[in-house]
């Protein structure tokens, strides 16, 4: 789908250049002299690299559109994470480095959404909150002020987080799968 320049949005993923990109960045200039433009930063999906271009505020560019379908997590081994389709039973097995840290939320039948492109899963999106359970935290200190008392935990998943003082081992909270921090317990 074409798309003006001044329409590009962080985190869009824009076909360029024979390549798939995502926006990282993107900043409108209009300068005293001459037209508009967007600079924009990219990073590509398939090679990893990144790319600062400048779109003329005229030009148009092409949006990729991506397929959104649910899945729920089986299992994973060594180098993947193994999902169902709940409709069709179907499944598919998604490389850990295309999920990331965020892999080690993923618990068994929890539904997430794969993105595809041209039938080739992307990127995977966890639900925003996820339920989680502490295995190790620090004693909380007593006198410690309530602005900086958080202290570090770590979840049976084996990630580390920052939790208030009244959490403690064996506790169940429930995480922000988006920047990985505490929300509340449960």
């Known amino acids: ?11 869009m993923l824009l076909e ?19 037209g508009a433009f967007a600079q924009v930063e990219m990073k590509s ?3 990893n690299t990144k790319l600062n271009e400048r779109f ?8 990729a559109s991506l397929d959104e379908v649910n899945y729920n997590f089986l299992y994973d081994d060594e180098n993947n994470y193994f999902f169902m389709e709940p409709k069709s039973f179907d499944q598919i097995q998604i490389k850990k480095d295309l999920v990331g840290e965020k892999g080690k939320l993923l618990t068994e039948n929890l539904e997430v ?20 359970k502490i295995e190790t935290t620090d004693a909380a200190l007593k006198g410690q002020t309530v602005s900086s008392s958080y202290k570090p935990a770590v979840l049976m998943n084996g990630l580390n987080i920052q939790v208030p003082p009244f959490i403690e081992s ?17």
């Open 170 to 186: 064996g506790d169940e909270i429930i995480v922000d799968t988006r920047n990985l921090e505490y929300v509340k317990k449960l």
């Open 45 to 47: 999906v398939n090679k």
């Open 16 to 34: 360029h250049k024979n390549d798939l990109w995502q926006v990282l960045k993107t900043q409108h200039v209009k300068p005293g002299k001459g």
């Open 113 to 132: 959404t794969v993105n595809f492109y041209n039938e080739l899963p992307i990127s995977v999106e966890l639900p925003n909150q996820v339920t989680c």
């Open 56 to 63: 003329r505020s005229s030009e148009t560019v092409e949006k």
């Open 1 to 11: 789908m074409k798309i003006n320049a001044s329409e590009i949005r962080v985190g």
